[in-house]
């Protein structure tokens, strides 16, 4: 099966269609399941013990359109520089 040009361009653009746009980790924001993954341990580990740690990065809480807090998020370079820290503990 030969493609043309124009057939190869056609699969490209459809697969950059479907491909979600990566968000560099100095922007990423990440839900507790996440911060938990990366710290190699339960979600329910992570939110009973390490998130209410004084020295753990305080957690984002962004409002919805009535005002109310949604569940807490955690910029990834925040977990990221605190997680390397620990190393020297």
Sequence with gaps: MNLDAVEIELIGSALAARIAPV????????????????????????????????????PIKIPNTKGQKMQSRWKAMDIITYADACKDR
């Design 23 to 58: 968000v560099p980790i100095d922007y990423q924001i990440w839900d507790a399941e996440m911060v938990a993954g990366y710290l190699s341990t339960s979600t329910s580990n992570f939110l009973q013990y390490l998130a209410p740690h004084p020295q753990f990065p305080r």
